[in-house]
């Protein structure tokens, strides 16, 4: 066997630049991670691989003019798409498809032309698709049932001056896809006006039930 010559990379004079927020993902959608090159200029010839803790296995990786799978990660198998149209503006934004729990976290994104290379890291938050349920049940009770949520929410009940009011009951409980669904009740009194909303949850929901 000949000699094994071993080149060390080194950090390369463009950067890597990702977004300076969280993204935020919706369950069953699909998300592009923007990434790009700055200076401006063509990752065509350059090597990109989007990973998760660790290099390989990766979540996407592009080299040679094409995408390359043999070490990516199995849970992101045709899930992934590096939008190549930006390639020459320098754009080097990757799109997730069937966006899950698991997705949710930090990913780099590394980009290497020769022995320089460059990274950025973003993180990645995933909400779930919730819908919202109001109605009176007697004269008295109010009831909201709200399911699809992620994180887990929490739900309150305000006046129009956006005091909090006490609810009356509340349950939450994980459903089978490990999303969350909630109920909670108040009693209102009569020519009252209650709003309700669900500021805690990772997407904001506000509805207003008013009670005449």
Known sequence: FGPVLCVPLVKSQFKVVGPDHPVTAIVGEEIVLPCHLSPRMSAENMEVTWFRSQLFPFVHHYSDGKDQYGQQMPEYRERTELLKDGLTNGSVALRIFSIGLSDEGQYSCFVQD????????????????????VFLSGMALMVCRSAGWYPEPEVLWRDLKG?????????????????YKTETSIIITENSNQNLSSPQSTLNVNRTCTHQ
């Open 114 to 133: 020769g022995i320089f290379y460059e990274e950025a890291l973003l993180e990645l938050k995933v909400a779930g698709q919730y819908l919202v349920s």
């Open 163 to 179: 005091q909090p009011l006490p609810s009356s009951s509340r349950t939450n409980s994980r459903e089978a896809s490990t999303l």
